[in-house]
């Protein structure tokens, strides 16, 4: 990806004409973009790694496995928050890894672990960038240098069965290789999560990731079966059968661990057959109680879709002055986007339940161009972020999840939240919400907040999301559904789980990380 932005150079594209016109509407803003440095002008802190360290790193993976280069190091200086962002483009020194060692396989990572632990050097697993919530900060804390070990280099699919249905991938596959791979052998993982593109399978592991089609195939926790990882006090094989009894399954511990508690370097998944068709769907709801409550009564009865989900009105507001009218008539309220994916006969007697359904429930049918319109730009909202970001707009992201009972209230008052300390001083600010995955007995809450730039906007953000996140806790909504804690969310670890759930952790921290070197600064506080 760019250094200073989301994705490829290629998605990156002017504002249409019809945000523009809203931008300077609402807002006040001309649209046009200021200039970007280009990454050679950045000034990075100089590297601490000594020659002896440097020597060490060398002796594990080879010389031209370990690099100190300004590119190597300037990529891999953090996530693609908008504070990330924004902290890119600032003038001044930038922060950023030490150097960044490629290993190849499972063995050359234990054998860094071992050697950074010996050697008071801080390590940041490294996937594919994407981190939204601080998570890839190059954090040194106590140790006198910190690398990013990039898990680029472990991208074999190293054991098809087709039998059971699974498949062992290596870690820094991004999603659309592990498709590749995959799709050679007439499977799919069928896990699209907007970082689709560039996000890996570490990662994905690591973060507890879950997809845009997660009604259907279920969060990337659900569809591990093992998981192999290095740590400082040696290698963890986890998973032996679908199901066990053998104590705490200690699986879940490791995924969403975030790097902090070793480096997952081979994944076996749960995957299916590619799909014989996919069937779309859109929705319009009079208002998104009656959309929520339509998508719930679709969820429990056991007619779910591959994907669900339901925007609220002042996003489907948005979306809709972006593309004109949806499927050539105006539509207000709340749209919602289904989609189905199986077999013909399959697909045909889900989709006729599910339809029923949420037409009984206050639906009215809008056909598959909406439902296509969406799958075809899914993965490229971050994008428009950043040209925002170009004009001087804040535009930034944060979700939650709650139970169905409790759904309205945690949406109405994280939306007071975020209003409430966005418009301090008389600025407008435009706060966006969809359902993006549901449960029996829940759903997640996505938001999206646009704003006008204060002077200072890395503040001005950490004022709105400190005020989010105090009133996520206050309304029992959990801190994160799919983000993860990293550095950005730590502040609320201890409301998430409790005191001694953080003793627990830093326990677990203790035996196969007792030096701390492991992604210091995230996850535990």
Not at 25 to 34: D, I, L, T
Not at 287 to 310: E, H, S
Not at 374 to 383: K, Q, T, V
Not at 426 to 454: D, E, N, R, W
Request: glycine share 12%; net charge negative; aromatic share 6%.
């Amino acid at each position: 990806m760019v250094w200073d932005a989301w994705g490829s150079p290629s998605g990156h594209k002017p504002l249409p004409e019809q945000i523009r016109g809203l931008l300077a509407q609402v807002f006040g803003v001309s649209g046009e973009p200021v200039a970007r440095r280009d990454e050679g002008d950045v000034p990075l802190r100089d590297s601490a790694l000594t020659p002896d360290q440097h020597a060490g790193l060398v002796a594990v993976v080879g010389a031209e496995h370990v690099s100190t280069g300004h590119r190597d190091r300037l990529l891999r200086a953090g996530g693609k928050s908008t504070p990330d962002l924004l902290r890119r483009r600032a003038d001044g020194t930038q922060d950023a890894p030490d150097a960044v060692v490629f290993p190849a396989d499972h063995a050359e990572v234990l054998a860094l672990l071992e050697y950074c632990a010996a050697n008071a050097i801080a390590v940041v697993p490294f996937g594919g960038g994407t981190s939204v919530v601080g998570g890839l900060d190059p954090v040194r804390g106590a140790f006198d240098a910190v690398i990013a070990i990039d898990l680029g280099r472990l991208d074999a699919l190293t054991e098809m069965d087709p039998i059971s249905g699974t498949a062992t991938l290596g870690a820094g596959l991004s999603g659309p290789q592990a498709e590749e791979l995959l799709g050679k052998e007439g499977f799919s993982l069928g896990h699209f999560p907007q970082s689709f593109e560039f996000a890996t399978i570490g990662g994905f592991a690591a973060t507890r990731s879950s997809g845009q089609a997660s009604a259907g195939y279920g969060r990337f926790d659900d569809m591990i079966e093992r998981l192999r990882i290095a740590t400082p006090s040696g290698t963890l094989d986890l998973g032996r059968a679908p199901a066990s009894a053998a104590g705490p399954d200690l699986r879940e511990l490791f995924s969403g661990s975030e790097g902090t508690l070793g480096i997952i370097t081979e994944v076996t998944l749960r995957v299916h057959p590619v799909s014989e068709t996919t069937a779309y769907q859109a929705w319009s709801f009079p208002d998104f109680a009656t959309g929520a409550n339509a998508l719930r009564t679709v969820i429990q009865t056991g007619a779910a879709p591959t994907v669900m989900r339901l925007s609220d009105e002042a996003e489907t507001g948005l979306n809709l002055a972006r593309a004109g009218d949806v499927g050539g008539a105006a539509v207000g309220g709340c749209l919602a986007v289904t989609t189905f994916e199986g077999t013909a006969a399959h697909v045909a007697a889900r989709s006729a339940e599910a339809h029923a359904l949420l037409l009984a429930a206050g639906g009215t049918a809008l056909g598959e161009q909406p439902a296509q319109e969406w799958e075809h730009g899914r993965f490229s909202a971050p994008y428009l972020r950043d040209a925002l970001l170009d004009v001087g707009i804040l535009c930034e992201t944060l979700e939650t999840a709650t139970s169905w009972s409790n759904l309205a209230d945690l949406k109405a008052k994280v939306t007071a939240a975020l209003v409430d300390s966005l418009t301090v001083g008389g600025a407008p600010a435009l706060v966006m919400c969809h359902i993006s995955h549901t449960y029996p007995t829940g759903a997640s809450l996505y938001f999206t907040i646009v704003a006008k730039q204060a002077e200072d906007p890395i503040a001005q953000w950490a004022v709105a999301k400190r005020a989010a996140g105090d009133a996520i806790v206050a309304a029992s909504g959990t801190i994160t559904h799919h983000h993860a804690i990293g550095a950005d969310h730590r502040p609320w670890m201890t409301d998430e789980v409790g005191e001694l759930g953080v003793q627990v952790l830093r326990a677990v921290k203790n035996a196969v990380d007792p030096a701390g070197i492991l992604n210091p600064g995230k996850l535990i506080p």
